[in-house]
């Protein structure tokens, strides 16, 4: 593709909501103008994009994409799909694979999969501890030099607290930085849904919001005393949101994240036993709900993550407790979030593109895609009156373990662009 | 009125539950004759699926299946091994295949009896499932309650124990809430959840407890190896705070409260001996109850197998 125009499409950015219309001029990959009636020459592509929205594209730093080791479940291959057909055209890999991504040699597999299968960029992040086996530390220098930048055991903490604090020590003098998944297991009991009201109807222990809101304290503790910058993954309750604002007031170098789900669905919603609302940390209640969007609003949350967790149909139609956590995200995100909050009013645009293109971005180093001249060509048209049904045949992920399956939204994502390269038109 | 499955309690209307405690009481009549069976299932299959050990129940369910003439097998399965998920749902498979017409399943997992009727034409009673529900042993309770109080609405029942771990505590709470009987709960903080109903009664203290003069008095069964877990410091301690020590029961008695337990009763823990003998201890009487109770459930439900030979095409597919 030499040269692309999109036509009168409202331009979105993280730094207004006027959705000012123009026309944007892609040449070789870069976005050489941007104006009212540009004109095309013959070998141009034009795309109408009047009545709908051009944003940067977005990035989501938290995935499970199960290679290798649960092929079944996702791969590179279909889980970056899967992203593109959510208009996310950069991800950050979970390393809970199988072996876990603990070493160079790992990084390295990671990266030469993605090579070969990926049509956006694939980063991944590396383990804290050996086989996240909480133990001994991991090959960290050796993840690093191959470009890994967040250092994780995500779906677990690291329950020796001297072992994270020497980690921490050690790793601080690097370019790099933490991020906790926050639990404390002997409070979590079997890991299914929130201690409240629906684990008291459903009889089964639940666990309480303690459990990780004692734990993120103490990871903020531990980075705070040893300098280290520490993120904060998939908060799930109001106190864990006010946690990580009072440790930002306190000067502590701590970002954290929100997931779609958390913000969207609660306790209420797992109904009699419906596997698709069960995820760790677990929903929580309404309130909580309407704190982590205030702390969205507020900037307590950096950035929106998915943590998409791919999960096959048989292992989600199991009872509550023996099915998996964790349900796919890659490609409702972005639909989802505008049909409940852009939708209604709840926040603009540029809080989106904030949160879950550019935040994203510059956490991991990377300068964030703006519409702007320039500018390289990696974004999103969205159709804001079209409608997404999200039914298996729509979605590229090998898994269906999503509360919106064949649920239908407002809102398209149309077109995504990177470089060169349409990766998608409806 | 009729349903396929009988999962839990919170899901049956007021009206059906008075249904089944109605019909339960002619089934009841039966057994003071000489010929105490029916045909009422003949021809009817009943299998028994409990992953968890009991006695009690597993033997009230299978008199109940022969006495309304159904032929009853005792489903093997392993009880050492904590039975996951998995192996479940490719034993529903089996159990399909079997033509089988009601599944009566016990599990140690809440929500197993619900994926086992939804993958299957056969009526699925719940044996009890975890922590969530025992809805035939509520139904039992009911009934006995209703034995002495007619009327049950505005009785007062107080349940003392674990409550946190019961299904029977969670199932019985509603149905007798469903009857119109105040419900209250006793017992150690660390066993009484935080999150039940609100309009249930919470109470922290026996003699309190029992200044708010209770119609009937429920006791759980302790579970011995909650002991390796610390709910409480001791059995002694728990029986010295909530037992039904001998100063206690001739309170009791006095105000003739009548005293109620899902047993196998743990006698010295959550009572003493003289309960046993008490005249308006209705324990023995909720055991014969319980057989009258599932003949009503087993007739009351109709499992979608009714006509099997009309199904082939759909089977041979």
């Known amino acids: 593709m030499a040269s692309l125009l999109i036509k009168k499409a409202s331009i979105a950015s993280e730094d207004n909501d006027d959705l000012l219309p123009a026309d944007v001029l892609v040449e070789n990959g870069l976005i050489t103008k941007i104006g009212n009636d540009i004109e095309a020459d013959s070998a141009t592509r034009v795309i109408d994009g009047s009545g709908k929205i051009l944003s940067p594209a977005m990035f989501d730093t938290h995935i499970h994409m199960r290679e290798p080791g649960q092929e079944a479940k996702e791969t590179i291959k279909s889980g970056t799909e899967a992203a593109i057909n959510g208009g996310i055209t950069g991800v950050v890999l979970m390393p809970n694979t199988s072996p876990a991504i603990d070493s160079a040699a790992m990084v390295r597999t990671i990266y030469d999969i993605a090579e070969r299968d990926a049509r956006i960029p694939v980063y991944t992040s590396g383990c804290i501890t050996k086989g996240r086996e909480g133990k001994e530390l991991a090959g960290i220098d050796g993840m690093l030099q191959l470009g890994v930048k967040m250092l994780t055991d995500d779906g677990d903490a690291v329950p020796d607290m001297m072992l994270l604090k020497r980690a921490m020590e050690y790793a601080s003098e690097f370019d790099c930085f933490f991020a906790s998944h926050c639990e404390v297991l002997e409070l979590s009991g079997p890991r299914a849904l929130n201690e409240g009201k629906v684990s008291y109807k459903l009889g089964i222990q639940g666990t309480p919001a303690c459990s990780e809101e004692i734990c993120m304290d103490r990871d903020i503790r531990l980075a705070h005393a040893t300098g280290a910058r520490l993120h904060i993954q998939h908060v799930s309750s109001k106190i864990g949101m006010e946690t990580i604002r009072w440790w930002k007031q306190m000067g502590a170098k701590v970002t954290a994240e929100v997931s779609p789900h958390h913000l969207l669905f609660n306790e209420e919603d797992i109904g009699n036993y419906d596997t698709h609302y069960k995820m760790n940390p677990p929903l929580r209640t309404a309130e909580d709900n309407a704190a982590l969007l205030q702390g969205l609003k507020e900037g307590v949350f950096d950035i929106i993550a998915t943590d998409h967790a791919p999960h096959t149909p048989f292992e989600k139609e199991q009872d509550f407790v023996s099915a998996p956590n964790g349900i796919t995200g890659l490609e409702t995100a972005v639909v989802s979030l505008f049909h409940h909050y852009i939708n209604k009013g709840e926040f603009g645009w540029s809080l989106l593109v904030n949160r879950y293109s550019a935040q994203p971005r510059r956490m991991m180093g990377l300068d964030p895609v703006a519409i702007v001249e320039g500018g390289r060509a990696d974004f999103i048209l969205f159709d804001p009156k079209g409608e997404t049904t999200f039914s298996p045949d729509f979605m590229c992920s090998k898994s269906e373990n999503t509360p919106f399956l064949n649920k239908t939204l407002d809102g398209s994502i149309d077109l995504v662009v990177v470089g060169d390269d349409i990766l998608l038109q409806r | ?317």
């Open chain 2, 1 to 317: 009125m009729t349903r396929k499955d009988l999962l839990d309690i919170e899901s049956l209307r007021r009206e059906e539950i008075e249904h089944l405690l109605d019909q339960a009481a002619p089934f009841k009549e039966l057994f003071t004759r000489s010929v105490k069976k029916v045909p009422a299932l003949k021809g009817k299959s009943v299998l028994t699926l409990f992953y968890e050990p009991s006695t009690r129940t597993l033997s009230s369910f299978e008199v109940a299946a022969k006495r309304l003439s159904a032929d009853v097998t005792t489903f093997d399965v392993p009880h050492s091994s904590v039975v996951k998920g998995e192996s479940v749902r490719d034993t529903i498979a089996t159990l399909q295949a079997m033509r089988t017409d009601y599944i009566i399943v016990r599990n140690q997992m809440a929500g197993i009896p619900l994926a086992i009727a939804r993958a299957t034409k056969a009526s699925v009673i719940n044996a009890g499932d975890g922590a969530h529900s025992h809805p035939t042993q509520a139904l039992l309770d009911g009934f006995t309650f209703k034995e002495v109080f007619p009327e049950p609405a505005g009785k007062k029942l107080l349940i003392i124990g674990d409550i946190l771990h019961s299904r029977v505590a969670r199932s019985t709470s509603t149905l007798m809430r469903k009857l119109g009987v105040e419900v209250a709960w006793l017992g150690p903080g660390s066993l009484v959840p935080k999150h039940g109903p609100s309009e249930i009664k919470r109470f922290t203290n026996y003699d309190e407890a029992m200044k708010w003069s209770p119609d009937a008095v429920y006791l759980l069964r302790i579970q011995m190896e909650r002991q390796s877990a610390p709910f409480f410091p001791s059995l002694r301690e728990y029986t010295k705070l909530y037992g039904i020590t001998q100063e206690r029961f001739k309170r009791i008695a006095d105000q003739g409260t009548y005293i109620m337990h899902p047993g196998p009763v743990n006698r010295g823990v959550e009572l003493c001996d003289d309960v046993m003998q008490y005249q308006r201890c209705l324990i023995d009487q909720q055991v014969e109850n319980g057989i009258a109770t599932r003949m009503a459930v087993l007739y009351w439900l109709k499992p979608d197998t009714a006509g099997n030979e009309s199904l082939t095409d759909e089977d041979t597919n």
